[in-house]
Structures are given as C-alpha cells and as structure tokens.
C-alpha cells in the first residue's frame, strides 16, 4: 500500500497564531514530500518540496519564513504556518513519493487540512 | 494563458454514457502526464500515467498529443461512482523533482 496521513484533519485558529500540520507515510519511507495548497474552485498549486534530512525548496511566491517545512524523517514531514493570517485560510495538502519524487513517479495524496483562520 | 486548461463543465451524463475530457497545456517542455480523480473536499487520486502512445486501464482511456500539446481522457459505460472532478496534471520538470501542476478540472455527474 502508499497510504499517507494528515494531521489535523481541520484546524480554526485566531489571526496570528502558528499552526503546525502534520503528513506522514503509513506504510512507506517518503525520500521527498511535496506540499500544496487549495484554494476554493482553484487548482492545487505546490507550496514546497521536501526532501528529507535537508532543506525544503520552495516555489516562487511562497514565503519561506512563513511556511515552515521540516522533514526531519522518512516518514514525516511538518508544515507550520507562522503568525496566520485569513487570506491563508485555504486547504493544504501533502504528498509523499516512495522514490526520489522525479520523472513519473507516482505522488501519494494525504487527506488534506483545512485551515480557517479568523 | 493557464499552464494547464481544462473545460470546468459540468459534464451530466446517463449511467452508461461514453464522455471524453479535453486538457491543453502551454509548456511544451513538459514531460509527464496524468489524469487525477478529486472527489468534494478530499485528496486527488491517480487515475493514470499518459502516454505517448495512449493507454488504456478497463474503461479508461488517455491520450496524449505532443504535437497539439493536448491530453485527453475517455470513459466508456459510466458508473454512478465516475461522479468526481477529473484533474489533468503535467510535471513541469524533466530533471529534478517533479513540479506538477494541476489544471482546475473537469466535473463530471453521472445520473441514473
């Protein structure tokens, strides 16, 4: 199986605060997580790349002081969302690829988190 | 222009109805290609790879026009349980890790 976890399933926080999610592979050791992000009737568009033991590598227009990734083990990776505002109310989403994450490897989708911050 | 463009729809169809899914993408340096399933409010999930050739898997078929730089996805006999949004995704990156990039997809309802 390529079963993949997200924790907290949804999350409502006060302007401001942090929030920490969490994804992990159930079944798999995960060398790369990928991290998205929803928005309603939008695509997923990727936040981040994860590749575990070193730094994330993040995509043009995502704050990486604000987006927090560490992927300290095969099989988890934590995204935290620093002092969050409303307009990153959105749903994120990670992923997990049992092999390095290239070419046309399949991307094992987490349940996703949905984030409402007030 | 989108990277990826997908007719939103919706598509409403009887139970056993053939439907076909277009999906044009603008990078032509593009290197692989998928068709995702997103069920409301869950995770997308892998339908199928597209090939160059086209491939099939039961009564899904994809194809893929490099030259057209379009994807296409065709259900034959439609099951109430086809119901879903169908994402057409393309990595972006030949090298490296993969930069999927999702079009907005194509919602398809399947009626009795």
């Known amino acids: 199986g390529a079963v993949v976890s997200q924790h907290p399933s949804r999350v409502i926080c006060k302007s401001g605060t942090s929030v920490k999610i969490e994804c992990r592979s159930l079944?798999?050791?995960?060398?790369?997580m990928f991290w998205y992000r929803q928005f309603p009737k939008q695509s997923l568009m990727l936040m981040a790349t994860?590749?575990?033991?070193?730094?994330?590598?993040?995509e043009q227009g995502v704050e990486k002081d604000k987006f927090l990734i560490n992927h300290a083990s095969l099989t988890l990776s934590t995204l935290t969302v620093t002092s969050a505002h409303p307009e990153d109310s959105s749903f994120y989403i990670c992923s997990a690829s049992k092999g390095a994450g290239t070419g046309r490897e399949t991307q094992y989708f987490g349940p996703g988190t949905r984030l409402l911050v007030l | 222009r989108k990277e990826v463009e997908q007719d939103p729809g919706p598509f409403n169809v009887p139970e056993g109805a053939t439907v076909a899914f277009n999906c044009t993408y603008s990078n032509s340096a593009s290197q692989s290609f998928f068709w995702y399933r997103q069920d409301c409010r869950k995770e997308p999930k892998l339908l199928m790879s597209v090939y160059s050739s086209g491939n099939e898997d039961g009564r899904f078929t994809a194809q893929l026009n490099r030259a057209s730089q379009y994807i296409s996805l065709l259900i034959r006999d439609s099951k109430l349980s086809d119901s879903a949004t169908y994402l057409c995704?393309?990595?972006?990156?030949?090298?490296?890790?993969?930069?999927?990039?999702f079009g907005t997809g194509t919602r398809l309802l399947v009626s009795p």
């Open positions: 079944d798999f050791q995960a060398t790369t």
């Open positions: 994860s590749n575990e033991g070193s730094k994330a590598t993040y």
């Open positions: 995704v393309v990595n972006l990156r030949n090298t490296g890790f993969q930069k999927l990039v």
